[in-house]
């Protein structure tokens, strides 16, 4: 059976494709049900002011809104994946960009020759779609929420001095940062990739600074900057470096050794484990302390050792004074020597996959209450995340009667960095192969979006 287009409203759709535009209307709402936006389908558009695509809309093909001289607005809803090249370019009076998570695919370009007068970013403000030339002016700072500039984010802006770049940013995709004025670039220690040409064709860019010489380097980032004279990589302590260890990890898991003694039974232990769910680094040094001295008693076991290191890092990572001195000296005596803990500092070196399963015993043992003693917990922790992934097994579903379709069901958190709930975060249930599904993205981003709002309200208060 033969799929023949359809015309109404003015849209031309043909099996789910929006081919082209015929109608005058200021006001365009892509009917849902469409699932792409073929090449050039409302190119030179002149009537359109607004439009409103929906999360059915799966792919934005090239040039798709290109050089419509009238629209003003753009508002992308979730669930847009792919946005090709060009696909609002040239239409000079775009002002106003609602752009969704959703977004992975992004060929760049796409607000080349507007009018924009503020930076466009993902609705969570980790991704920096591009900055117009009006924006940044001659020195800009890259908002600390960003952790991606993405592909053609800013170009073709010689009048750009200076660009800094924030700690905690994490990628600088390819061609990100082109044909720009920059004298010096500093690439902070969190960044651990560098697109290919990223900073290609910055005439005037001297002088570059790596903090971390473990950032990964694409095919020449530096393309074509013929003024360049230097790039230096920052000399850092040992100390400096515990925060952002790439390969082998500092803190070393063991959970071979449980608890033996009756800590838990000590005052002492609820009161600090009730500070360190705070985020107290003064009481995560004290809880260290605590740890160590049942560490010296007879016939204590391993873990004790073991959870004084895990906590007296966690003080560290707060800013605990006493914890930096004692680091520095340890890392003076033992230079690259790693620490035996109960939890690792980060997974980042890791693989993707969940490979140690850690009793809830060991856990409330440790101080955080949250974990039921009787179940047993895979924890993911990232050094680019302020929350923690937790999973745990919650089921099984029986194969049909054919014997196919059995499937393990996990629950699922995210944590806080103190292993507490995120308010606004709720468990769910899925299955373990689906933490790459984009339900389970969205509820990652959803996670990440809380914190950061939390976080706002507590500076503000």
């Excluded at 799929?3 to 789910?16: D, S, Y």
């Excluded at 290609?200 to 020449?220: A, D, H, S, W």
């Excluded at 089921?395 to 995210?414: L, N, R, S, V």
Aim: charged share 25%; glycine share 6%; aromatic share 12%.
């Amino acid at each position: 059976m033969k799929c023949f287009p359809l015309f109404t409203n003015g849209f031309k759709i043909k099996g789910g494709k929006l081919t082209a535009y015929c109608g005058s209307g200021r006001d365009v709402v892509i009917p849902h049900g469409v699932t792409h936006i073929s090449d050039r389908a409302f190119e030179e558009c002149a009537s359109i002011r607004r439009v409103v695509v929906p999360g059915t809309v799966k792919r934005i093909g090239a040039r798709a809104f290109a050089d419509c001289e009238n629209l003003e607005t753009v508002v992308l809803h979730e669930g847009i994946e792919a946005i090709e090249a060009n696909a609002f370019s040239g239409s000079y009076k775009l002002r106003d960009v609602t752009y969704p998570d959703s977004v992975t695919e992004y060929r760049g370009w796409s607000f080349y020759d507007t009018r924009l007068d503020k930076p466009v970013l993902n609705a969570s403000g980790t991704i920096l779609i591009y900055c117009p030339a009006c924006t940044a002016g001659t020195e800009w700072a890259v908002p600390d929420c960003v952790q991606i500039i993405g592909r053609q984010a800013i170009f073709e802006q010689p009048q750009l001095q200076t660009l800094h770049l924030p700690e905690g940013l994490q990628i600088i995709e390819d061609l990100a940062l082109i044909e720009c004025g920059f004298r010096e670039i500093t690439i902070p220690f969190s960044v651990c990739k560098i697109g290919d040409w990223a900073f290609g064709y910055c005439g005037q860019l001297k002088k570059i600074t790596v903090l971390n010489p473990q950032t990964k380097m694409g095919r020449e980032p530096f393309k074509d900057c013929i003024a360049l004279e230097e790039i230096r990589y920052a000399d850092l302590t040992e100390t400096d470096k515990i925060l952002h260890l790439k390969g082998e990890p500092f803190l070393v898991q063991h959970l071979e050794d449980p608890a033996n003694l009756p800590h838990t039974l000590d005052p002492a232990f609820e009161r600090l484990a009730a500070l360190c769910e705070r985020g107290d680094p003064d009481a995560m040094a004290t809880f260290s302390q605590f740890f160590a001295q049942y560490a010296q008693r007879e016939n204590a076991s391993l873990f004790y050792r073991r959870a004084a290191n895990y906590w007296l890092y966690r003080a560290y990572c707060e800013g605990n004074a006493q914890a930096a001195q004692w680091f520095t000296q340890y890392f003076a005596e033992h230079p690259g020597a790693p620490l035996e803990s109960i939890l690792n500092e980060s997974n980042e070196h890791r693989s993707n996959e969940y490979i140690h399963s850690i009793p809830g015993q060991i856990l409330c043992d440790l101080g955080y209450a949250f974990f039921d003693p009787e179940r047993e917990y895979e924890i993911k922790q990232f050094e680019d995340q302020e929350f923690v992934e937790v999973t745990a097994y919650y089921d099984t579903i029986p194969p049909d009667d054919e014997g196919f379709g059995m499937e393990e069901i996990y629950e699922w958190w995210f944590l806080d960095k103190n292993m507490q709930p995120i308010p606004g975060v709720e468990r769910f249930t899925s299955p373990i192969m689906a933490r790459n599904d984009k339900d389970f993205r969205e509820k990652r981003a959803h996670a990440a979006a809380c914190i950061r709002r939390n976080q706002a309200s507590e500076r503000l208060r």
